[in-house]
């Protein structure tokens, strides 16, 4: 890689991909935010997880993609077998909460994902329960069979934050 490449990109994209209210968007030119926003501070480290755009994103992402009772949607108009919520998605912004130290909202979306295991502790990448738009959500299972079951990305960041809450 080019000696100075990664420094370019970091700066593109802090001058670049930050809303006028400063939040990281979701691409260039599209103001709203997907929950995979949080790979920039955890756990690549563009920013750091205090930096007040990465602050910005997640109180975006928590007022327009996190539901009240735990999941979180990868963006507000996301159609993938119907926008279901996102277990993978919902335990990142669990490892957020931790790094920021806000450990008892934490541990609430770890419950949630809990929640969502199969009886036999399987942990699917999203869940149907309260999908964005159901009319995508048929012709998704109709095309490509049910939502990935068991998702191994799902259960390793499981077993990732479960080992993040015992340190103290």
Do not use: C
């Amino acid at each position: 890689m080019p000696v100075g490449l990664p420094e370019a990109v970091r700066d593109f994209v802090l001058q670049n991909a930050v809303s006028a209210d400063g939040h990281f968007m979701k691409y260039l030119g599209n103001n709203e935010v997907d929950s995979s926003l949080l790979w920039i501070a955890v756990p690549y480290r563009l920013v750091e997880p205090t930096d007040s755009r990465f602050l910005a994103t997640v109180a975006k992402i928590e007022r327009d993609i996190l539901r009240p009772d735990g999941g979180v949607y990868r963006y507000a108009a996301d159609t993938y077998f119907g926008g279901g919520e996102w277990l993978l998605l919902t335990l990142w912004l669990a490892w957020a909460y931790i790094e920021l130290g806000r450990r008892d909202e934490a541990a609430k979306l770890i419950a949630w994902v809990e929640s969502q295991a199969t009886a036999e502790g399987q942990l699917a990448e999203q869940v149907e329960g309260h999908v964005l738009d159901q009319s995508y959500f048929q012709p998704w299972v109709d095309r490509w069979g049910t939502s990935a079951l068991p998702l191994l990305w799902s259960h390793g960041m499981y077993l990732l934050l479960k080992s993040l809450m015992k340190e103290d």
